[in-house]
């Protein structure tokens, strides 16, 4: 009875570990399948969408270095085009 216990108990703390260290996986995997649907149902293709994000990302750091965190910007580039 010590010994099916003890094994009941290992098994139950092996699947809490296990649970746990899992727990973090769910919001990558979320993530990623909104991403790919985003992405899939958009009809520039996916180099175009990257480029585009690219694009955003320099813009809005070359305005924060011109002129800091006083100001609010958006930025959008669509089609490899900042507008």
Known sequence: ???????LSLTTLA???LAGSL???APLLVGGAVGGALMASDRRT???QIDDEAIELRAAARLREALGDNV???ITS????CC
């Open 15 to 17: 699947a809490v570990l």
């Open 78 to 81: 669509y089609n490899r085009r």
């Open 23 to 25: 727990s973090a996986c």
């Open 1 to 7: 009875m010590k010994q099916s216990l003890r094994s």
């Open 72 to 74: 609010h910007l958006n």
């Open 46 to 48: 996916s180099g175009a």
